[in-house]
Every structure is written in C-alpha cells, then in structure tokens.
C-alpha cells in the first residue's frame, strides 16, 4: 500500500515590493516639508545649495528642486541690510538714490528758505506763496504783481523778481525749471491773443525770457507752458476766487522726479 506523501502548506509570502516607492515617496514627502519650511528663512543663497544637494542626492541630477518658480524671491523674502554690499548693486542703487533725495530735500528747503526771506523783506506775502513737497519747489506768483490785465509784458519793477529768483537758482544747476502761465476763465480775444492758451503761454515765456538773462544758468533748464483756464486752483465763481487762478508758477523738479507729471502735482498741492 502507497504512503500517500503528505503535501506540507506552504505560507504564501506578501509581496513587499511596493515598500521602496513607498519609502521613495515618505522621503520626497520629507524632503518637500524641509523645503517648504526652509523658505520662511530670509537666506537664500543656503536654500539653493540646499535645493541642488537634494536634487543630486535623491534624483542624481536635476528635480523640482531646480525649478527657478521656487527659488524665485518675492517682495518680502529678503531683508536689505542698511550697508552697502559690494556684490549688490541693486541695494547700492537703492541706497544712492535714497541719500539724492535727502540731499535735493535739504537743497530745496534752504531755498525755499530764501525766496520766503524775499518775500518777506518786499512786502510780496499776499503776491508770492512757496510750497515744497518731494516733487518740487512750487513758486506761485499773482498776476497783478508781474503783468497788467490782458497784458503779457513784465511790468519793470517785476523784473526784480525774476532776476532774484534766477540768481538763487545759481546755486543748484541740476534742477529743472518749468514756468507756467494760468488765467481764469473769462473769455479773452483781442489784438493780441486769441485765447486764454495764448495769453498764459505767452505770459509764461516772458516771465521766462526774464529769468534768462542771467547768463550764469542754463536756458537748456527751462521750459515755458501755458494751461489757460484749464487749471484752476479755486472756482471761478468769484472775483477773488477769479484772482487766484489768474497766475505765474515757476516750479523746480527734483532729478528723481518724472517732469511730464509735474505739473499734475502741482496743480492738486495749489488746490488743497
């Protein structure tokens, strides 16, 4: 009689396989946490070396690591230290800048410092009025002190004015000049000028013309504009209101200041 052969169960094994993606994937997942956290620090140059170990050590070559979106700074990544960095011109740019406008800051108060001792010393209180702010030195001058109604010609003893103020301009070359005339809004047309445009441009280029004749500053400085009635610093709804608006600024830009739009800046300061 035949021993039947007993057939021992054999334990089936678990595949295991899937632990090294697994154990690949809780790695990443790590490197991922170490990454995120690692860019609340403010140093950036250790989190790219620290980016590329990772990428080496764990890709062995380039990884999401690498992608330039991570590594890129925001606004508020970075703290600029105060001093300068020879291997940041950006920061020596920054803080260059910034030491012009304290300086022009300073220029711009000690001469808006003496044109008010001008006016003071003449009399000219209710005819000159000087407003500075980080655009410009805003001079505003009434037209009843340099021109007679309807007239662009300086009258003589205006020119003192001019020559005065072009003479403390002497002192600071870089800035530039720009004249402009203003009326109110009653209607002009005479022999003369056929607008309001004419008679403030005109009244602008004269002024200007007298300031000019000091050869110790530079007529490539200047420029002449006229708004007409198109930039009241009051409603013209009053005789007073009117003589406002009727009007010669001489407004000096700082270098760092766009002067296409300043005069925009000029006319909201007039009108608060």
Known sequence: ???????????????????????????????????LYSMNSVDV????????????????????LDMPSIVEKGPNTEKVPKNKDKNNPQQNENNSLEDIMKQEQ?????????IDEYIDKNGLTSDLETKLNMSQLLITISDNALFAPAQA????????????????????PNYEIIVSGHTDDTPINNA???????????RAIRF?????ENKNIGPDRFSAIGFGEYRPIAP????DNKAKNRRVEVAIIHTYVDTANAQTLSTKDSSQ
Do not use: C
């Not at 200007?208 to 000019?212: P, R």
């Open 153 to 172: 010609t300086v009258k003589p003893e205006a020119k003192d004015l001019a020559i005065a103020i072009s003479k403390m301009l002497e002192q600071y």
């Open 192 to 202: 003369y000028f056929k607008s309001n445009w004419d008679l403030s441009a005109m």
């Open 208 to 212: 200007m013309d007298v300031m000019l």
């Open 1 to 35: 009689m035949k021993k039947k052969r007993r057939h021992e169960d054999h334990e089936e094994h678990i595949d295991e396989s899937w632990l090294i993606p697994y154990a690949d994937l809780l790695t990443l997942l790590l490197a991922l946490f170490i990454v």
């Open 45 to 64: 140059k250790k989190f790219e070396e620290m980016s590329r170990a990772f990428s080496i050590a764990l890709n062995q070559g380039s990884g999401v």
């Open 236 to 239: 013209n709804d009053s005789v």
């Open 106 to 114: 300073a220029e711009f108060q000690n001469l808006k410092k003496q």
